[in-house]
């Protein structure tokens, strides 16, 4: 029996042992009833600070409680220019050591990393207090192009996929990125790319996708 949400309880309504030395005295079995034993699941926090399969993804962590195991949470990419530190429903894309190169080749490094359905993953550690930088492109119009880029790289992800994410903290601004944490995400679903509305006179493109909130790790261990 599991009992939610943290614990596994194993009854045994009775059990025979047989025996050997106290046959001599007439004794051939011991007899055992409701035997039981619980342990209690230990799994592994989705929020880290390390991680070795970090995808160049970013969530905004500030105020919120609601990023916890088991969670789903819609979220729509949004560019560089437009990040708010106070949205809980966008994801960006992000140059976690800001080695990316510049110009046009910025996104098209990044979305490369998407490419044939795998993330080009790379190791992380809060502790190296690496400089993150949100990525950026200088076409005509990143609204329309970037979303579009990415999403068709994503179309080709058999679904769903884990991968590990950055976590924007409070405090954070566009050219001053605070990132303490990683959290490990599922992708779940990746909804069509539609036309949004016209934004400062450009036309958009709408990137969301589905995220179940996920152990890092698909071990797990019983406490006794």
């Known amino acids: 029996m599991v009992t939610e949400p943290n614990s596994v309880t ?36 989705p929020i880290g600070d390390t991680s070795e399969s970090l995808a160049p993804l970013a969530i905004n962590n500030c105020n919120r409680n609601d990023l916890i195991l088991g969670a789903q949470i819609d979220f729509t990419y ?8 106070s949205h809980t429903d966008t994801f960006y894309a992000v140059d976690k050591d800001c080695t990316f190169p510049t110009g046009n080749s910025n996104f098209a490094h990044f979305k490369n990393l998407f490419n044939q359905g795998e993330v080009e993953y790379t190791d ?12 950026q492109t200088s076409f005509q ?21 884990s991968m590990d994410i950055l976590m924007f903290e ?30 400062d006179g450009q036309s958009t493109n709408i990137l969301t996708f589905t995220a179940n909130i996920v152990s890092p790790s698909e071990t797990v261990v019983l406490k006794y």
């Open 10 to 45: 194993v009854t045994i309504p009775t059990y025979s042992q047989a025996t050997f030395w106290y046959q001599f005295i007439d004794k051939d079995t011991f007899t055992l009833e409701n035997i039981e034993s619980k342990a209690e699941i230990i799994v592994a926090n």
């Open 124 to 135: 992380y550690d809060a502790s190296d207090n690496e400089e993150a930088c949100l990525v």
């Open 170 to 199: 409070c405090g954070t601004t566009a050219n001053d990125l605070i990132v303490t944490n990683v959290i490990s995400i599922e992708i779940d679903t990746l909804s069509p790319l539609v036309a949004g509305p016209t934004v």
């Open 141 to 161: 119009n990143p609204l329309s192009v970037d979303p579009m880029q990415l999403y068709n790289n994503l179309t080709h992800f058999d679904l769903p996929y």
């Open 78 to 85: 949004t560019s560089a220019p437009y990040y708010d530190n």
